[in-house]
């Protein structure tokens, strides 16, 4: 996929505006974990989907970041901050099933809110692992499925097929964690926290850290 899927001349838009709308909010809640997540960052990281830019505060400055992002309506804001945030933005539209970076070339990738939309997570992940050398971190933060026979896993079930249109394929019930203990990393870490219930059908979380 070369971003094309992306441009629905209403969806695009709209769901970039919302991102960059939510900056603040989604910093005050995610700020404590990404900081854990993101500490150590080596000078040349990959963000898969960076969006509107919500991780550029977490970088230092003069990181160069290989940011994988299809959805060109993100493109404008996310190239702007990065230059208020002085991140050396290498920016592809691309999505992360096929990352144009040499097999064992960096030290971490990382993703937030992503790993729900993508088409093939295994895909995905099997491409993250390309691309880390030994020793490597991949690093997220994603919405999961709720825990089995909960309201809020069949509210998640009720809600699937108009979110998954809303917001371009993303998907509420997916088991991400299992996807991240059986993509073939040496070391996984994944920890399962909850969201406000103003959250609804994204509350259940994970962060996880995973070595090549
Ligand atoms: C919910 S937004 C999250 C944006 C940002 N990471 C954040 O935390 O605010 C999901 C992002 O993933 C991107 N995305 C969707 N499918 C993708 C794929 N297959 N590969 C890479 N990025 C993808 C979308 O374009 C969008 O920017």
New binding site residues.
Partial sequence: ?DGGD?DHPVRGRL?AWG?AALDGA?HRLYAGIKGRLLRDVPPVVVE?????G??LRYLPKGTRLIA????RH?HPILRRRAAQHGIELDLRTL???AIDVPSESVDMVF????LC???SQEQ?LGEVRRVLRPGGRFACVEHVAAPPGTAARRAQRLLARPWKWM????DLCRDTGAALRGAGFSAVDVRPFVLPASLGPIRHQIEALCVK
């Fill in positions: 996929m992306f769901n991102i989604m898969l989907g960076p969006g509107a919500a991780n994988v992002e299809p959805n993100m999505a992360g099933e993703a937030s809110l992503v939309s993508v088409a995905v917001f371009e394929g993303c």
